[in-house]
């Protein structure tokens, strides 16, 4: 089946500094991938959809300089959080629509991010 | 937009007992409805889904429902097992949205 890989799973980082996460598609094109947020018992909140070779569409009230993603190929997006804040800290994970499938979708297995 | 609503957020069963999750949708377009499981620590897994053109699907022991007219589906583990306990989330889909909309979540816990 579809697996969309997602790293790191869990990161630690200071207040201020950046950090990477990761989502790659491992056996399929993924020309759209969507990023969640997630806060502790409540459900997935989207945070922007990227296709592959064009910007990023953010849903409203989400920082486009501070989550910067990139998909720059079919198998690759990333979600960088810049100068990140406590308050940052939180679930990401990311979804890949599944070729041939117009409702099929592959997640990742969630990155944990705490900033100190 | 979508709203979807989940119902309970909460749910405590015994080992062999059914458990049924509800959820309710607002958009007439919305025609594909998806379970997720998410086990802790982990991303959400599909489990069973069911498009507008059919009313009840089954995958073993879980099935789902779709009542189109009252904007309602719902999810039933039968036979569940201490495995079962995860939380497990709706959603709605319409055919021309990029996204999905999800529901809060139900916490399901099966006590052996």
């Known amino acids: 089946g579809a697996v969309v890989s997602q790293h790191p799973s869990r990161v630690i980082c200071k207040s201020g500094t950046s950090v990477k996460i990761e989502c790659r598609s491992l056996?399929?094109?993924?020309?759209?991938m969507f990023w969640y947020r997630q806060f502790p018992k409540q459900s997935l909140m989207l945070m922007a959809t990227s296709n592959e070779g064009s910007k990023a569409t953010y849903e409203q009230g989400v920082e486009k300089d501070k989550f910067l993603i990139n998909h720059a190929s079919l198998t690759l997006s990333t979600l960088t959080v810049t100068s990140a804040h406590p308050e940052d800290s939180s679930f990401y994970i990311c979804?890949?629509?599944?070729?041939?499938?117009?409702?099929?979708?592959?997640f990742g297995s969630g990155t944990r991010l705490t900033v100190v | 937009g979508e709203n979807v609503e989940q119902h309970p957020s909460t749910l405590s069963v015994q080992e062999g007992d059914s458990a049924v999750i509800k959820c309710t949708y607002s958009?007439?377009?919305?025609?594909?409805f998806p379970w997720y499981k998410q086990e802790l620590g982990k991303g959400p897994q599909l489990i069973i889904d069911i498009r507008s053109n059919v009313g009840e699907k089954k995958d073993q022991r879980i099935a789902v429902t779709l009542n189109k007219t009252a904007k309602h589906f719902s999810l039933h583990i039968t036979e569940t097992q201490p495995e079962d306990s995860a939380v497990y989330f709706c959603a709605a889909k319409a055919t021309n949205a990029g996204k999905s909309t999800f529901g809060d979540g139900t916490t399901l816990t099966v006590k052996p």
């Open positions: 958009d007439s377009a919305s025609n594909y």
């Open positions: 056996d399929f094109q993924a020309t759209t």
């Open positions: 979804s890949a629509r599944v070729p041939g499938q117009p409702y099929g979708y592959t």
